[in-house]
């Protein structure tokens, strides 16, 4: 007779469960729909506080920091001590940031609310990640997508919201995106409630048996590489993320004099492109193998953003719109890549990378925000242009195929 554990793990491998899937993907959505806030209301607290663009590339440094730097150690101890109410507590602590930022008052206010914002995605994104892989009965790349794509269309649309709600009203009305905290909350209690009854571990045979190929074909120091290079690929992209996320709608309101309404619009149009982009992803690395993909995402996307920084307007939004759509098909296809690299340690992974990617996010938009001031915003975009070159080192990974 089978084993409780063993029966589970034979029943995800089979059937993979939509409807916690899309649930954790709305999850995702609204985590990073509140996330996607602070970003967003840059240029509010830019002119209430008369911020310079150090101290912006400041607030995101502390905001990325706080959620990238707990990211590996909460992965690290739930894969030991899952904790199905971690989802709901990591919101909880995402609601109290923003209510906090909605009366901040001061700098360091500001400072230390969106460290909490970030503390409660550090929490969410570990075990999210593990129910979706939990969830996705063997197809990974596609529950990797699904997850993922719910964190970037919250993304695209939060600023969206931003600029109707809060950009016209000013500050203190950061406080009604509390209402979709507490709507994430109740739905990550029920996903947490499927979590705590399908949590068992699985048998060491049905992991290694859902990857392309065993890790017991790589030496430990090939592993290593890989994992270096993946993080090498992770540091190109966020890092010119990280430009087009903190700095395109400065970048197009000192160009193109357009309005800051205008620029949420355009900012918009791009991360709805990243969100798009996503759900193509984990699925074609699926098919084609994850190599592939990641090679062609962060690679493919160069001779566009080459282009972009000699763009006029419509062309500038074109190019940011196809930037979007290839370079965010990268992150799926790398989780799930090093995932099978480290089969058995989901929460590890998801937060070293989450994490590591929230950490190039916030660094990156420090020292942009620092070279900005010393030079513009303009010259900021032509110097980022060359980062997705970085992305020919994914030759050097090993081919995983079916």
């Not at 469960?17 to 649930?23: G, N, R, T, W």
């Not at 920091?65 to 899952?82: C, M």
């Not at 699985?202 to 017991?216: R, T, W, Y």
């Not at 010393?374 to 010259?379: E, K, L, N, Q």
Request: with cysteine; net charge positive; aromatic share 12%.
């Amino acid at each position: 007779m089978k084993s409780a554990s063993a029966t589970t793990a034979n029943q995800l491998t089979k059937g993979t469960v939509y409807s916690i899937l899309f649930a954790i993907s709305f999850g995702h959505f609204l985590n990073d729909l509140l996330q996607s806030v602070i970003p967003s209301v840059y240029p509010v607290l830019k002119d209430s506080f008369n911020l310079t663009f150090t101290q912006i590339g400041l607030i995101t440094l502390v905001f990325q920091l706080s959620a990238s730097l707990l990211q590996p150690f909460v992965g690290y101890y739930t894969d030991r001590n899952p904790n199905p109410r971690s989802l709901a507590i990591g919101m909880g602590i995402t609601l109290v940031g923003l209510l906090s930022l909605s009366f901040a008052n001061s700098f360091l206010m500001i400072l230390m609310s969106v460290c909490f914002v970030g503390m409660g995605s550090s929490i969410f994104h570990p075990e999210a990640s593990r129910v979706a892989q939990l969830a996705s009965g063997g197809k990974k790349g596609l529950a990797q997508s699904i997850f993922q794509v719910g964190g970037n269309a919250g993304s695209a649309i939060g600023p969206l919201m931003a600029a109707a709600i809060i950009v016209p009203y000013g500050q203190p009305y950061i406080r009604w995106f509390g209402l979709f905290a507490l709507l994430a909350i109740v739905i990550l209690t029920i996903v947490g409630n499927w979590y705590k009854v399908n949590m068992q571990p699985k048998p060491v045979s049905a992991v290694q048996g859902s990857v392309e190929v065993s890790s017991n074909a790589l030496s430990k120091s090939k592993i290593t590489t890989s994992i270096v290079i993946l993080l090498l690929l992770i540091f190109s992209k966020y890092f010119y993320m990280a430009s087009m996320t903190s700095y395109f709608t400065f970048y197009l309101i000192d160009k193109f004099d357009v309005s800051v309404q205008q620029s949420q619009i355009y900012l918009f149009a791009f991360l709805a492109a990243v969100a798009a982009g996503t759900i193509l992803g984990g699925p074609l690395g699926d098919k084609y193998g994850r190599k592939l993909i990641i090679w062609v995402s962060i690679l493919g996307a160069a001779p566009f953003t080459l282009l972009l920084p000699h763009m006029d307007l419509t062309m500038t939004v074109v190019m940011a719109i196809i930037i979007g759509v290839i370079i965010s098909s990268a992150f799926s296809a790398i989780l799930v890549y090093a995932t099978d690299l480290m089969p058995g340690k989901v929460g590890l992974i998801a937060g070293l990378f989450f994490g590591f990617a929230f950490g190039m996010g916030g660094l990156g938009s420090a020292v942009l925000g620092w070279l900005a001031d010393r030079t513009s915003i303009i010259y900021v975009f032509h110097i980022c242009a060359y980062l997705p070159l970085i992305g020919i080192v994914a030759g050097f990974l090993p081919n995983f195929r079916k």
